[in-house]
């Protein structure tokens, strides 16, 4: 039995009528007859009580067509869902993420997605980049966007370039530092005295970091809570004397709010990080991992502009990706 002969069934149970049935699925009333006969031969059950003036269904013959039905239905899903597979209209992506791209930018990119291609579900791992290397692979991601500044060449990763964000020091509203005038300059020896907060930093990123700021290398200045997960800063920042190193499209919300300060320190550049999306080279990932990942690089791209306008220093130098653009 195939799927044309279980349509024949089912045209012929909706009508009881053999000339419509037959005209439904573009045969002659003799071939519909003979099909719907072979169909009882093969099975073994009479479907279809005849009579000169009638068509009737049989009782062990219902039970035949709402299994025809079911099975009708779940081929055209299959075929539909096919469609959808190989126009990215469907299917599961797994992508990582740093936690400051994730915190600035992901759900963004989340929504855009929903919004276009609502069949699309997400597998989000938020982690450091190391990690997120050891997840690809292993084909635990179809990819990650985070800091490379520490990755190495290889042969086997294909690396994008979509950016990076300006950062700077924050603390809370009533610090001791900022206690008596929010807006005073500080100078950098100051902040040695207090502890700091910040996610899983580049060693080259934390040295260029503390270099911007002015600091001789014999200077402890050291992270004492470290952890990449941004959330769990933000709660250990407030009524505290943490300092924590953040992104300033991060703090934007929070300083809009009177939150937290953004520490008054002169620094010679302030975008020290150099994020991609990083995937297995010659890797072909299915349509809606591709669309996903347009989404991401140019919301990151476009967000580091965006940034680099407000908060950019003269030293930073051009984002990563520009020299594609050219």
Known sequence: MNLKQLNHIVALSET????????????SQSALSKSIQAIEQQIGI???DRTKNSVLV?????????????????????HKNLEYLKTGEQGTIKVGS???????????????????????????????WTNLLMQLKEGAIDYFI???????????????PIGGLTVALFCDANHPLIRSDRSRAIGPEEILDYPFASVSLPTLVFSEFKHSLGLDHNDVFAVNFKCDDISLINRLVPDSDIIFVSSNLMMEQALLERDAVRLN?????????????????????VPCAEIFARMLVDIVRDGSLQDDDKYGLAGNGPL???????
């Open 58 to 78: 049989t009782p062990t013959g219902r039970f035949v067509i709402e299994h025809a039905k079911h099975l009708l239905a779940e081929t055209r899903n299959f």
């Open 46 to 48: 009479v479907i279809f």
């Open 146 to 160: 985070a800091d490379i500044r520490n990755l190495e060449d290889s042969p086997l990763l294909k690396v994008t």
């Open 320 to 326: 990563n990706f520009m020299s594609e653009r050219c």
């Open 265 to 285: 320190i002169p620094m010679t550049r302030n975008r020290f990080g150099e994020w991609a999306l990083v995937q297995i080279k010659d890797q072909k990932l």
């Open 16 to 27: 009881l009528n053999f000339g419509k049935a037959a005209e439904r699925v573009f045969l």
């Open 98 to 128: 740093g936690p400051f791209p994730a915190k600035c930018f992901l759900h963004t990119a989340i929504r855009q997605l929903q919004m276009q291609y609502p069949r699309i579900s997400l597998d989000i791992r938020i982690d450091n």
